[in-house]
Nanobody
Framework: QVQLVESGGGLVQPGGSLRLSCAGS????????MGWYRQAPGKQRELVAE???????NYADSVKGRFTISRDNARNTVSLQMNSLKPDDTGVYYC???????????WGQGTQVTVSS
């Protein structure tokens, strides 16, 4: 079965950096739009960043200029470099693989990011 496994979360002080990674198995990354979503306590899950098959990127306004999404199709990985972190960035971050044409949508189990002093 398809698996997406996130890593790299943790506790960081405001202004710090973290790098999240998502590794996929039994899924051909190259045909999926890959994304990172987050869910803060008491809030809905929201899109943070996504990257298309061709490498085009889209970011939530709140993270533009601070976060960078990248993908390596050969290694079936997608990463999220997060800089200048703020307390509002706290939440569970989920990796997502989506292919509308095939009706396929997969989620990882999530990794906790906590930004606090």
């Amino acid at each position: 079965q398809v698996q997406l496994v996130e890593s790299g979360g943790g506790l960081v002080q405001p202004g710090g950096s973290l790098r999240l990674s998502c590794a996929g198995s039994r899924i051909p990354f190259n045909i999926y739009v890959m994304g990172w979503y987050r869910q803060a306590p008491g809030k809905q899950r929201e899109l943070v960043a996504e990257i298309t098959r061709g490498g085009s990127t889209n970011y939530a306004d709140s993270v533009k200029g601070r976060f960078t999404i990248s993908r390596d199709n050969a290694r079936n990985t997608v990463s999220l470099q997060m800089n200048s972190l703020k307390p509002d960035d706290t939440g569970v971050y989920y990796c997502n693989a989506n292919n509308l044409a095939f009706g396929r949508n997969y989620w990882g189990q999530g990794t906790q990011v906590t930004v606090s002093s």
